[in-house]
């Protein structure tokens, strides 16, 4: 079993900043991309940043500038995501998802999900 934790949600002025952090735990051999995903109330879940294992990157349009995805380097099982100039559009619950490989004979990855953070920002 794998298990993603996510920290750094929380109330945030508008213009303010935030850092979310997901970490992965379990019978990992490897993780091959991890992302951050939010939904709103009444919306779909959405994606708001996602990176490989080689550090390529993909924003949302509605993020771009804004946002910023890392990885763990040390372990390579943990994702970041710096959150700047934070808008009220941005509030939603934000989860962390991971495409886990659990030895080197797994012929596609399995997704794994957090159990998602809250981030609200006031106007």
């Known amino acids: 079993q794998v298990q993603l934790v996510e920290s750094g949600g929380g109330l945030v002025q508008a213009g303010g900043s935030l850092i979310l952090s997901c970490a992965a735990s379990?019978?990992?051999?490897?993780?091959?991309?991890m992302g951050w995903y939010r939904q709103a109330p009444g919306k779909q879940r959405e994606l708001v940043a996602a990176?490989?294992?080689?550090?390529?990157?993909?924003y949302a349009d509605s993020v771009k500038g804004r946002f910023t995805i890392s990885r763990d380097n040390a372990k390579n099982t943990g994702v970041y995501l710096q959150m700047n100039s934070l808008k009220p559009e941005d509030t939603a619950v934000y989860y962390c998802r991971a495409e886990v490989y659990y030895s080197s004979y797994d012929p596609a990855p399995s997704d794994y999900w957090g159990q998602g953070t809250q981030v609200t920002v006031s106007s």
């Open positions: 379990g019978s990992i051999f490897s993780i091959n991309a």
């Open positions: 990176i490989t294992s080689g550090g390529s990157t993909n």
